[in-house]
């Protein structure tokens, strides 16, 4: 019987599920559907500081570096690098990413996150859970003992996620984008500060070819 793509590259079967939520790794077969939603509103005000700035350009721009960003992940998946870029499905229809990110994960133990939902998805908890997902693959399934977070000072609703899912203040650090400096506020949240969602989240995929390319 010949490979599947899961069993020749492991990222590929792992999926994650919590409520109407279904979590799990881009297909190419996805990526039409994941360029269309490219092309859709994520921010209110799309001035704000807190916009991405791989967002903040011409819209067939911003889809091929999408795209070459997913192709990208997937080609340095190691122990010493990795990005879990999870595209997020609500009942079968793709409203996001969510993703969990390490480098020398079996020294530090420690993720970072990062994720993005259209408007018409946004305001009915999928960002909390979402998160949460990740957070109890991270902590309850690869042995992660920290998770880090950050978001522009005056992204209210991802500060409100973080605060919701157990982080805590963590200092602050500046970036700059164009000609602006930015502040972001820093966030951490342990296994023991975690709050966790009030449905189960389910792991499947998490073969042990996955755990050695991720150094769990």
Same mark, same amino acid.
């Given at each position: 019987?010949?490979?599947?793509?899961?069993?020749?590259?492991?990222?590929?079967?792992?999926?994650?599920?919590?409520?109407?939520?279904?979590?799990?790794?881009?297909?190419?077969?996805?990526?039409?559907?994941?360029?269309?939603?490219?092309?859709?509103?994520?921010?209110?005000?799309?001035?704000?500081?807190?916009?991405?700035?791989?967002?903040?350009?011409?819209?067939?721009?911003?889809?091929?570096?999408?795209?070459?960003?997913?192709?990208?992940?997937?080609?340095?998946?190691?122990?010493?690098?990795?990005?879990?870029?999870?595209?997020?499905?609500?009942?079968?229809? /793709?409203? @996001? %990413?969510?993703?969990? &990110?390490?480098? =020398?994960? *079996?020294?530090?133990?420690?993720?970072?996150?990062?994720?993005?939902?259209?408007?018409?998805?946004?305001?009915?908890?999928?960002?909390?859970?979402?998160?949460?997902?990740?957070?109890?693959?991270?902590?309850?399934?690869?042995?992660?003992?920290?998770?880090?977070?950050?978001?522009?000072?005056?992204?209210?609703?991802?500060?409100?996620?973080?605060?919701?899912?157990?982080?805590? /203040?963590? @200092? %602050?650090?500046?970036? &700059?984008?164009? =000609?602006? *400096?930015?502040?972001?506020?820093?966030?951490?949240?342990?296994?023991?500060?975690?709050?966790?969602?009030?449905?189960?989240?389910?792991?499947?995929?998490?073969?042990?070819?996955?755990?050695?390319?991720?150094?769990?």
């Amino acid at each position: 019987m010949p490979d599947t793509l899961e069993t020749l590259y492991p990222p590929l079967g792992l999926t994650l599920h919590a409520g109407d939520l279904t979590l799990r790794l881009l297909r190419d077969a996805d990526l039409p559907e994941y360029a269309a939603l490219l092309r859709r509103p994520i921010f209110a005000d799309e001035a704000a500081d807190h916009v991405f700035p791989w967002y903040a350009v011409d819209p067939e721009d911003r889809v091929r570096g999408a795209l070459q960003f997913q192709w990208t992940q997937r080609a340095v998946a190691a122990p010493e690098r990795w990005n879990l870029t999870f595209g997020i499905w609500a009942q079968d229809q /793709l409203i @996001g %990413t969510q993703d969990v &990110v390490a480098v =020398d994960f *079996p020294r530090r133990r420690t993720v970072t996150s990062g994720s993005w939902l259209t408007r018409d998805a946004q305001g009915q908890g999928y960002g909390k859970l979402m998160r949460q997902m990740v957070l109890a693959l991270a902590f309850d399934h690869l042995d992660a003992q920290r998770a880090e977070s950050e978001a522009v000072l005056g992204n209210d609703p991802s500060f409100g996620v973080s605060r919701a899912c157990g982080y805590a /203040l963590n @200092g %602050t650090r500046v970036t &700059v984008t164009g =000609d602006r *400096p930015l502040v972001h506020q820093c966030f951490l949240v342990t296994p023991e500060t975690f709050v966790r969602p009030q449905v189960p989240v389910t792991v499947e995929g998490l073969v042990p070819a996955l755990r050695a390319m991720l150094g769990a």
